[in-house]
């Protein structure tokens, strides 16, 4: 009966072992497992957090291109406030871009008359984005050309009398939109006595609010004639360069620096930048060739072919040497200006100008240049 215990509690002690070498086994295997499936399930977050980041990612991009885009109409929607009560636009796009023609469907009576007291289609302009964009017609090289990083700042000078108010701002909108930031020092809009009332409030709002601490507005008491009022222009202006233009233009791009580097080269330099024209019924803009200013007998200027000597270069992009000028844009150093004597303030209407600044500058030893496009 001993024996039989003995035995029985071998096998009994035996059998336990064997089930625990056997539980400790799965028991291992499982650890295995579990380490395995942490690391599936660690890999499977890493790879979700991930997607999850790029996901993120591309939603916060979405999110702040659609908040900038948002902002943009914002922005333009509060600027083309200040032109919408006006009857005019702002922005890209639109009738006229490109320098194209622009016509109107309504001929009406409003339009005859408008064209009567501003010599232009007043009416169509009114319709033309102030922003809209021109043809550069420069010649190739001046596209390529370098300028200093030194250049002296431009003091710019609008003269106007009973203008169209769209006309006007687009002047400024155009010389702000292709003048770089850091050489325009201000624009200056000398009104000689206008009667017109959108000239009055609505301009002094208008360019108050849109262009604050830009734009200055020059307002006389009475009738000074487009001489006077240029000198009252110029004694505005504070920067070292100052250019002077009729309040219908449209500027284009690099227009004002190879100006500012031929009167930095030389401050006698008179500068005409070349010009093209806007035809007054269309707007549409329309390329003139290169050409020097000359006058005949009676003292008319007009244009006439650049001189041989130019003609024999060859290159478009230099400037031309010319005896006189045409009155309604020169850029010239301020203080020299002053220097010469400024403009005849006997002078009544505009003409004598275009003779009187070649032979003032031509007489201290240079004459007036044509800068190029």
Known sequence: M???RKIKTLLTVNILVFVGIILFSVYCRIQDRSQELVQIVRSAERRARSRGAK?????DREAILQRLDHLEEVVYNQLNGLAKPMGLVEGPGGLGQGGMAATLRDD???SETKYEEYGYNAQLSDRISLDRSIPDYRPKKCKQMTYPDDLPQISVVFIFVN???SVILRSVHSVVNHTPSH?????ILVDDN????????NLDQYVNKRYPGLVKIVRNNKREGLIRARIQGWKAATSPVVGFFDAHVEFNIGWVEPALTRIKEDRKRII???IDNIKYNTFEVQQYANAAHGYNWGLWCMYIIPPQDW???GDESAPIRTPAMIGCSFVVDREYFGEIGLLDPGMEVYGGENIELGMRSCANGLCVLIAPR
């Open 2 to 4: 001993a024996v039989a």
């Open 55 to 59: 996901a993120g990612s591309l939603a």
């Open 108 to 110: 009406s009576h409003e």
């Open 163 to 165: 203008e169209a108010l």
């Open 183 to 187: 050489l325009l020092k201000e624009i």
């Open 194 to 201: 206008s009667d017109n009332v959108e000239l009055k409030f």
């Open 272 to 274: 005409l930048p070349a």
């Open 311 to 313: 003609l024999d270069k």
